[in-house]
């Protein structure tokens, strides 16, 4: 694989706002020098256009996801088991998103979990649909794996709680499909030679190889970033206007991202077969 020059980690949002406060995006170039913070108030429009831009010049850049690029389907053979509408793969899911929410403005997806069919399968604020099990609801096997590297993640039909996942996913999502075609996304896609590539990441999982203990996951302080960065070979970061945890996130991942990109058995993982590559897809870090 030809190497990568430059590695982009975006901390996603699922808020149904013009321009969420927990959009981050976060730049390093290929050596040792700290990633800096694309520091705006961005919009999911705006990062639409800018990965269209770095794909439209051909920039050689591994660009991580901060979000989940489907529902699982192991589990149950379906991502929506009894709906005729539940799509057969990846694509089709970001498609059928798309296209229910589409008078959603700011590339929300409220459309799509209120539909009739839709919304039977996930928990939401004050509606937990019937098909969302007891417990703590669907699990991807590449979250399960995520599991067992003593990681806590959300099932992404659980729209509750601060720590949810699936808002950010299903908007996540929309994007996936106005980029189809102009960005592969790894492992729906295979890896190009040339240009960008994008791969789902999860924040968290930076962090713990990082050496952050188990309960703490969040860094507020620069002191403490450039401590984690070294773990990664970077140098100290530039000082921020202002320290949050989704500057942060994406700052870490971006220089995880450098390091993980020539790690061979990370794109290889031992249990994503052919059909959940197509279907569930995998977290970029989990072996």
Not at 145 to 171: D, I
């Amino acid at each position: 694989m030809p190497p990568f020059t430059d590695f982009i980690a975006i901390d996603w949002s699922g808020q149904a706002a013009e321009r969420p406060k927990g959009l981050a995006v976060a730049h390093a170039r290929a050596g040792s020098d700290a990633p800096e913070l694309v520091d705006r108030a961005w919009s999911r429009q705006d990062i639409l256009e800018w990965l269209d831009q770095l794909a439209a010049d051909g920039t050689r850049a591994l660009i991580g996801l901060d979000l989940s690029p489907a529902f699982p389907v192991h589990d149950e053979g379906a991502y929506f088991p009894g709906w005729d509408m539940s799509p057969a793969d990846g694509p089709a899911l970001w498609k059928l998103v798309d296209q229910l929410s589409a008078d959603d403005p700011h590339l929300a997806a409220t459309s799509f979990v209120n539909h009739p069919d839709a919304r039977r399968h996930f928990r939401q604020r004050g509606d937990c649909g019937d098909l969302f099990p007891p417990g703590r609801g669907r699990f991807r096997v590449c979250e399960q794996g995520q599991e067992a590297m003593r990681l806590s993640p959300y099932s992404c039909f659980n729209l509750v709680g601060a720590s949810q996942v699936g808002k950010s996913s299903l908007t996540g999502m929309r994007v996936l499909h106005r980029l189809r075609g102009k960005i592969g996304l790894w492992p729906f896609d295979p890896v190009p030679e040339t240009g960008p590539v994008l791969v789902e990441i999860y924040t968290a999982l930076a962090a713990r190889l990082a050496g952050m203990r188990k309960g703490i996951s969040k860094i507020r302080d620069g002191e403490t970033l450039d401590t984690m960065l070294a773990a990664f070979g970077s140098a100290p970061h530039r000082r921020l206007p202002r320290y949050d945890d989704h500057a942060t996130d994406a700052m870490l991942s971006a220089a995880w991202l450098r390091v993980a990109a020539v790690q061979s058995n990370l794109w290889s993982p031992r249990l994503l077969t052919p059909e959940l590559a197509q279907t569930e897809g995998w977290t970029f870090g989990v072996p």
